[in-house]
């Protein structure tokens, strides 16, 4: 049975996540900052809630030792944020900014390494960051954007770190790839965003379900196109 693990799953996308994998009959571990609050969650039938602030190597660790020995088939690194502070340059607060890339970029990369024994060690060893197409230097620059200056570069420096990460753990036969959500009905999307949590999970885990150690390194919308850097 496939053993997913995902950041985050306490609201929104990573909950949705989370109720998907569970109706397609895997085992779910998820991840609350506080699971005492996290209800929701509790309630999707046989997961496994576990503590995890995704900014702190402490946390991380912690995790890894209340998981040591069971094999991590699929980790989505799903724990973001998105701060009304530092938009511009007009409203550039550093800590703000130094605090999105803490949850957005360096995050991801705590969990990883943390979890790595248990990666390596399952039949699947896939790596999810969830992204945005919003860390697109590509699009960024073509199309003029102004754009949240913490968050766009927050994804931008996940995905540059995803293909460094990627090129490595692909000797190990461990395929990280960055996927982007889509824009979702989350405290995070808003109300007016274009897709429910529900058919932006499902539609990623589609994708998952087809990747392998050749997509290694790849940026991918939801739906499995590839996205421009
Ligand atoms: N919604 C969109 O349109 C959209 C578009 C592109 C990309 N994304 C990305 O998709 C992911 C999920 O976004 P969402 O829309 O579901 O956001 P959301 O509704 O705001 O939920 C964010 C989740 O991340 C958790 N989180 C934040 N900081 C954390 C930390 N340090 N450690 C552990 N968990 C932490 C939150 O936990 P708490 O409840 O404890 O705060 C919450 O469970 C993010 O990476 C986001 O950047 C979203």
Not at 3 to 31: D, Y
């Amino acid at each position: 049975m496939t053993m997913i693990l995902i950041t985050g799953a306490n609201r929104g996308i990573g909950l949705a996540l989370a109720q998907n994998a569970s109706k397609r009959g895997w085992s779910v571990i998820g991840t609350a900052r506080d699971p005492g609050k996290a209800d929701k969650l509790k309630n999707i039938p046989g997961v496994r809630v576990e503590r995890l602030d995704a900014d702190s190597d402490d946390s991380c660790k912690a995790l890894a030792n209340s998981l040591a020995g069971s094999p991590i088939d699929i980790l989505i690194n799903n724990a973001g944020i998105s701060p009304d502070k530092s938009k511009n340059l007009e409203s550039f607060d550093p800590e703000a900014y130094m605090a999105c890339l803490r949850t957005n970029s360096v995050g991801p990369l705590l969990v990883t390494r943390a979890l790595l024994p248990n990666i390596e060690a399952s039949g699947r060893k896939l790596v999810v960051q969830i992204s945005s197409i919003m860390g697109s230097l590509t699009n960024a620059a073509d199309q003029n954007w102004k754009g949240n200056l913490a968050y766009h570069s927050s994804k931008s420096a996940l995905n540059m770190a995803n293909i460094l990460i990627a090129n490595s753990l692909k000797e190990k036969g461990i395929a990280c790839v960055a996927i982007h959500p889509g824009w979702v009905q989350t405290d995070m999307g808003g109300p007016n965003a274009h897709l429910t949590p529900d058919a932006s999970a499902a539609s990623i885990l589609d994708t998952v379900e087809k990747l392998s150690v050749k997509d290694a390194g790849a940026y991918l919308n939801y739906d499995g196109k590839p996205l421009p850097w």
